[in-house]
Nanobody, 121 residues
Framework: QVQLVESGGGLVQPGGSLRLSCAAS????????MGWYRQAQGKERELVATINDGSSTNYADSVKGRFTISRDNAKNTVYLQMNSLKPEDTAVYYCNADAVRLISRAYITVWGQGTLVTVSS
């Protein structure tokens, strides 16, 4: 079993910053792509940012220049540094990982439980 556990969400004022963390645990052989997605109330889940095992990154246009994704491969952890937050960034943020199981070497996609980020004055 592979699990993702997120932390770092909360309430922040517009213009503020938050850092999300997501740690993967379980029977993992490797993790290829890790990413963050978000889902605002009444809207579909959307990509925020991804990072592969070579540290190449991809960002949604709406967060470019404000958010930074990074990972620590030794800890199987991905981070999302969010700066200059706006009310429209309010959403549940989900961590995602494309991983390979340790024993079966099966490819799997895993989702975290989500963490709420609220940007409001």
């Amino acid at each position: 079993q592979v699990q993702l556990v997120e932390s770092g969400g909360g309430l922040v004022q517009p213009g503020g910053s938050l850092r999300l963390s997501c740690a993967a645990s379980g029977s993992i052989f490797s993790i290829n792509v890790m990413g963050w997605y978000r889902q605002a109330q009444g809207k579909e889940r959307e990509l925020v940012a991804t990072i592969n095992d070579g540290s190449s990154t991809n960002y949604a246009d709406s967060v470019k220049g404000r958010f930074t994704i990074s990972r620590d491969n030794a800890k199987n952890t991905v981070y999302l540094q969010m700066n200059s937050l706006k009310p429209e960034d309010t959403a549940v943020y989900y961590c995602n990982a494309d991983a390979v199981r340790l024993i079966s070497r099966a490819y799997i996609t895993v989702w975290g439980q989500g963490t709420l980020v609220t940007v409001s004055s």
